[in-house]
């Protein structure tokens, strides 16, 4: 059994919200509520701490939660944005020691941060592209076929990057991968924004446990923690190489005023999760039943998340939009919807009469006839010139129409879901433009001609 957690951060603050300290230091609101945090909201005053030369409450919050995941833990106040930046940037610092170009070799529906970061970094990315038959949202990559890219390609690459579980719910099998990858020499990233609570499942279904080198979580999607919270960890096997340089990595990229109200959120979490062993686990098996529920009512629901219901809306008979539609008039807000899925993310936090209201929400829509109208596919189109080069160029932004033929300059996508339909530094072509159509992009910003 763990022993019990401090929440030494929340402690803290605590203290000093009750001192009745004049606060002649930021924040401007000096304590004085008006949304009604502000007296928990501080800066880096003296014992408080600082998020990248932690030494004192923010590391052994830290410690804390290293010790919850089992691996060396550090704290984002920015999302699993910023520690992809720095699984990256990790790599990046490394490969020359290795005599590796920076090289990374990238499943396709990666988080346009992925983008951003490997423009910023110079990396050279190669993709492993999905099944023509899936959604640009997911990539199926398995042993076999990493193996086989792996050794088609004229040295191995610095890393391995999935997203697993993918948007829609797919959850890939690391154990394999992360073999598969160290047998060619190549560490394995995992961008696993949507699976922080992966650990506490029975068994652990998270990346480190299962081999992954570098991880991120967007504590904030699915553990009750702040939005903008977020984990990046590294595995027990490689932290001597890349821990000692982690908070550097996150300062190239981390504001120098982090969120102490977040910090606090990732804090509280720790002992949360402690004293609730068995809290996901358990809500898991009640999700089974609800999902086989609505199995046996007609729905299709896909991808082998837990937590994560995706259902197919045009077998249905609705497009994914309606069908979100038609669950607002019950009072349910989805994570995401577009023409094919419906995106419901739950958790053990969501009250007992909401769980059920969202099962009677969808067993309202009744069936109808299907509908058949097939997703555009945007191909893998032509690489023109890297991330980086195409980042940084003079731009334009114009409307689709206007752009075959083009090179793409930006992502140019929400959030969510955040993952291209085509990437920067590509031609855009007629496959391409149908996709944009599609799902309703209508500009794009291209290079200057």
Request: glycine share 6%.
């Given at each position: 059994m763990m022993a019990k957690m401090t929440a030494p951060i929340c402690d803290f603050v605590k203290r000093y919200a009750k001192s009745d300290t004049a606060r002649l230091h930021m924040p401007g609101h000096k304590g004085t509520a008006l949304v009604g945090c502000e007296a928990l909201d501080i800066t880096e005053i003296r014992g408080a701490d600082s998020l990248f030369e932690a030494d004192g409450i923010i590391a052994e919050s830290e410690e804390n939660a290293s010790r919850l995941f089992g691996a060396k833990t550090f704290y984002s106040t920015e999302g699993s944005s910023l520690c992809i930046r720095a699984m990256l940037a990790l790599i990046a610092q490394n490969a020359p020691k290795r005599g590796e170009k920076t090289r990374i070799l990238a499943g396709r529906n990666a988080h346009k941060v992925f983008l951003s970061a490997a423009a910023l970094l110079d990396l050279e990315v190669e993709w492993l592209c999905p099944d023509p038959s899936e959604s640009y949202l997911s990539c199926t990559v398995t042993p076999d076929r990493l193996a086989t890219a792996l050794s088609e390609m004229s040295e191995p690459p610095a890393a391995v990057y999935i997203t697993s579980p993918d948007y829609l719910g797919h959850m890939a099998d690391i154990r394999s991968l992360a073999a598969v990858?160290?047998?060619?020499?190549?560490?394995?990233?995992?961008?696993?924004?949507?699976g922080a609570y992966l650990k506490f499942l029975e068994p652990s279904l998270h990346p480190i446990d299962l081999g992954a080198d570098l991880c991120c979580d967007s504590a904030h999607k699915t553990l009750p923690v702040l939005t903008g919270?977020?984990?990046?960890?590294?595995?027990?096997?490689?932290?001597?190489?890349?821990?000692?340089?982690?908070?550097?990595?996150?300062?190239?990229?981390?504001?120098?005023?982090?969120?102490?109200?977040?910090?606090?959120?990732?804090?509280?979490?720790?002992?949360?999760?402690?004293?609730?062993?068995?809290?996901?686990?358990?809500?898991?098996?009640?999700?089974?039943?609800?999902?086989?529920?609505?199995?046996?009512?007609?729905?299709?629901?896909?991808?082998?998340?837990?937590?994560?219901?995706?259902?197919?809306?045009?077998?249905?008979?609705?497009?994914?939009?309606?069908?979100?539609?038609?669950?607002?008039?019950?009072?349910?807000?989805?994570?995401?919807?577009?023409?094919?899925?419906?995106?419901?993310?739950?958790?053990?936090?969501?009250?007992?009469?909401?769980l059920e209201r969202v099962v009677e929400a969808l067993l309202a829509s009744p069936p109808r006839t299907?509908?058949?109208?097939?997703?555009?596919?945007?191909?893998?189109?032509?690489?023109?010139?890297?991330?980086?080069?195409?980042?940084?160029?003079?731009?334009?932004?114009?409307?689709?129409?206007?752009?075959?033929?083009?090179?793409?300059?930006?992502?140019?996508?929400?959030?969510?879901?955040?993952?291209?339909?085509?990437?920067?530094?590509?031609?855009?072509?007629e496959t391409a433009l149908a996709a944009f159509s599609y799902y309703g992009v209508t500009t794009c910003t291209v290079k200057k001609a």
């Open positions: 990858c160290h047998a060619h020499g190549s560490y394995l990233l995992v961008d696993n924004a949507h919270g977020a984990y990046l960890h590294i595995s027990d096997t490689v932290a001597a190489l890349f821990a000692p340089n982690a908070k550097k990595c996150m300062a190239l990229f981390g504001s120098t005023s982090p969120s102490y109200l977040i910090l606090q959120s990732l804090d509280a979490a720790n002992a949360y999760l402690s004293d609730r062993p068995q809290l996901y686990a358990a809500f898991a098996e009640r999700l089974a039943a609800y999902r086989a529920q609505l199995t046996a009512a007609g729905y299709t629901l896909i991808g082998n998340e837990p937590l994560k219901w995706t259902i197919r809306a045009k077998e249905r008979g609705y497009r994914g939009n309606e069908l979100a539609d038609a669950l607002r008039e019950h009072g349910v807000e989805c994570e995401f919807a577009d023409p094919d899925f419906v995106v419901l993310m739950l958790s053990p936090s969501l009250p007992d009469a909401a299907p509908v058949t109208e097939a997703p555009p596919r945007p191909g893998i189109p032509r690489h023109i010139c890297s991330p980086r080069e195409a980042m940084l160029a003079p731009c334009e932004t114009l409307p689709v129409a206007a752009c075959v033929g083009r090179v793409l300059a930006d992502a140019g996508v929400g959030c969510p879901p955040a993952v291209p339909i085509l990437c920067c530094g590509e031609q855009i072509d």
